[in-house]
T-cell receptor, first 114, second 116 residues
Framework: ETGVTQTPRHLVMGMTNKKSLKCEQH?????MYWYKQSAKKPLELMFV???????ENNSVPSRFSPECPNSSHLFLHLHTLQPEDSALYLC?????????????FGQGTRLTVV | AQKITQTQPGMFVQEKEAVTLDCTYD???????LFWYKQPSSGEMIFLIY??????QNATEGRYSLNFQKARKSANLVISASQLGDSAMYFC?????????????FGAGTRLTVKP
């Protein structure tokens, strides 16, 4: 139990579907992150929220839309995805964005786009 | 450009032996943090150890130690007395306040297999 919970664990969706990934943390952390992990590529930082405000959007296509309604929850809304978007999507949180602060990760959502 | 380099895609080690996983990094920031994570097949990233750029001593956490060579910009992870449960992907990561807003960036990872 890491304190960061992601649902669903697995998701298969068609290219015309709309779905959402959910991340929840009850660690009292102020920063939350979405990462994408594709095969044979380093983890890619997608979005960063700090005190519920989005602070980073690393050139992520608009078919990915994040939402942070409160400090404990983070969503990633998906629509009209492409097969190359199939990957493991990892949510993480940290106390803050200081240089010595480790991030705590969820177990990820394995997404397959068909 | 990739700032964190893990040159070993895969490593094998005999159970109970020690193994070193390499990590080199590139930064102009005088203050930065280095991290190692373990990712078993379940997918979860597990934090192992942290080293600050100003720390004088190498970090240690149980069987994990970090061989920090600042001048060479390397932060190798040493796992002593390997166990079968150590088989996993291992990632080196860095936070840089000036160039990446302190957001954590990762290397490509090394897959470690522990042989019985």
């Amino acid at each position: 139990e890491t304190g960061v919970t992601q649902t669903p664990r697995h998701l298969v969706m068609g290219m015309t579907n709309k779905k959402s990934l959910k991340c929840e943390q009850h660690l009292g952390h102020n920063a939350m992150y979405w990462y994408k992990q594709s095969a044979k590529k380093p983890l890619e930082l997608m979005f960063v929220y700090n005190f519920k405000e989005q602070t980073e959007n690393n050139s992520v296509p608009s078919r990915f839309s994040p939402e942070c309604p409160n400090s404990s929850h983070l969503f990633l809304h998906l629509h009209t995805l492409q097969p190359e978007d199939s990957a493991l999507y990892l949510c993480a949180s940290s106390q803050d964005r200081a240089g010595n602060t480790e991030a705590f990760f969820g177990q990820g959502t394995r997404l397959t786009v068909v | 450009a990739q700032k964190i380099t893990q040159t070993q895609p895969g490593m094998f080690v005999q159970e109970k032996e020690a193994v070193t996983l390499d990590c080199t990094y590139d930064t102009s920031d005088p203050s930065y943090g280095l991290f190692w994570y373990k990712q078993p097949s379940s997918g979860e990233m597990i934090f192992l150890i942290y080293q600050g750029s100003y720390d004088q001593q190498n970090a240690t956490e149980g069987r994990y130690s970090l061989n920090f060579q600042k001048a060479r910009k390397s932060a190798n992870l040493v796992i002593s007395a390997s166990q079968l449960g150590d088989s996993a992907m291992y990632f080196c990561a860095m936070r840089e306040p000036l160039y990446n807003n302190n957001d954590m960036r990762f290397g490509a990872g090394t897959r470690l297999t522990v042989k019985p």
